[in-house]
T-cell receptor, first 113, second 113 residues
């Protein structure tokens, strides 16, 4: 059964720092991996989608990498800002389940001004 | 603008009552999903539907029911059989492909009094 783990569970950094969030999954047979952002009391906003054939995706200050063989993905946030404070979740789409995603529990990020 | 609309945003229910949460999308997506989110836990899949008039149980379907009469709409009914219904409910959709990106609505918070 596919399991997704995110480390750390919470992270607090000063404004301007570069940071890395980690996501690991137990089964490398996936179609893709997606990173989301969630603000308190809100829905999830899609940040980046990496297909299984890709190694990384970039959007603005965000860069996500995927190493399928080791079951790992990282989300790199450059020059963090207080507005980046949120919960970040990763999810994989396992080949075993078809059209369903498996989510990690998330990393709560706080960027201090 | 294209998106997913959930209503109501907040809902209070007395024990023993059924309630229905609405989810409408105008993204022309085939697949729609209902997730439940509890504090400290990852998202758990309740039901999903890949095409009209067809849906499958997710990991925690007991006490819930759905219908998919139209492509745009996927309402979720929380029945009195659901033992612990207080939670944040999220609706999502994607194209009917294993590589499709998942998009979420803003969520509905249900509280049982």
């Amino acid at each position: 059964k596919q399991e997704v783990t995110q480390i750390p569970a919470a992270l607090s950094v000063p404004e301007g720092e570069n940071l890395v969030l980690n996501c690991s999954f137990t089964d490398s047979a996936i179609y893709n991996l997606q990173w989301f952002r969630q603000d308190p009391g809100k829905g999830l906003t899609s940040l980046l989608l990496i297909q299984s054939s890709q190694r990384e995706q970039t959007s603005g200050r965000l860069n996500a990498s995927l190493d399928k063989s080791s079951g790992r993905s990282t989300l790199y946030i450059a020059a963090s800002q207080p507005g980046d404070s949120a919960t970040y979740l990763c999810a994989v789409r396992p080949m075993e389940y078809g059209n369903k995603l498996v989510f990690g529990a998330g990393t709560i990020l706080r960027v201090k001004s | 603008d294209g998106g997913i609309t959930q209503s109501p945003k907040y809902l209070f229910r007395k024990e023993g009552q059924n309630v229905t949460l609405s989810c409408e999308q105008n993204l022309n997506h085939d697949a729609m999903y209902w997730y439940r989110q509890d504090p400290g836990q990852g998202l758990r899949l309740i039901y999903y539907s890949q095409i009209v008039n067809d849906f499958q149980k997710g990991d925690i379907a007991e006490g819930y029911s759905v219908s998919r009469e139209k492509k745009e709409s996927f309402p979720l009914t929380v029945t009195s059989a659901q033992k612990n219904p207080t939670a944040f409910y999220l609706c999502a959709s994607s194209i009917y492909e294993n590589t499709g990106e998942l998009f979420f609505g803003e969520g509905s918070r249900l509280t049982v009094l």
